[in-house]
């Protein structure tokens, strides 16, 4: 899409041409428009407008920036992994069980940095298992927010005993509806887990 000439522009928005030319000079550095001399300004259509890195980068620095956010991330993955579950209850094959198993045994151990990235490899393996690709690279793409979420709230739970030991409750009721093949169980206990 073209834009109008640098007058027409600066007189609409009531800046001067250098102010204007200044701006315009920023928007193209960064790759929003693109400048032909002689022929105009366009804006730039960016084909990888949703890549993992204009996602995920994003969303770290939010977190970062404002804790308030994790709840966001958390309606999120309450809406992917409900969905990814309830695949993974209809689809999982025996070695997709026994890959979501180890992980589980692996969310056990005592090492809270080890504990952590096995329950992010938990939720992953039933992505995995649900054999829908797009959730699965949904899953893939907030890997490291996952990540970040998955650390801070096993820290805080580490600090209280019966929260993690609900936890575990928590992840073998998502294992035991996804292994017995009832989608509508597996929906409901990863929902219940993330609540």
Known sequence: MKWPAERQLAMQLGVSRNSLREALAKLVSEGVLLSRRGGGTFIRWRHDTWSEQN???????LMADDPD??????????????????????RATPGDKEKIQLCFEATLSEDPDIASQADVRFHLAIAEA?????????????????QSSVKHSRQRMYLVPPVFSQL??????????????DADGARK?????LS
């Open 168 to 181: 575990t409750e928590q992840h073998q009721a998502v294992i035991d509806a996804i292994f017995a093949g």
């Open 55 to 61: 996602i995920v980068q994003p969303l770290k620095t």
């Open 130 to 146: 649900s054999h829908n690709i797009v959730l699965l690279q949904t899953m893939r793409g907030f890997f490291d927010v996952l």
């Open 189 to 193: 206990a990863m929902m219940a887990h």
């Open 69 to 90: 956010y994790s709840f966001d991330i958390l309606e999120a993955r309450y809406a992917i992994e409900a969905s990814t579950a309830w695949h993974a209850a209809m």
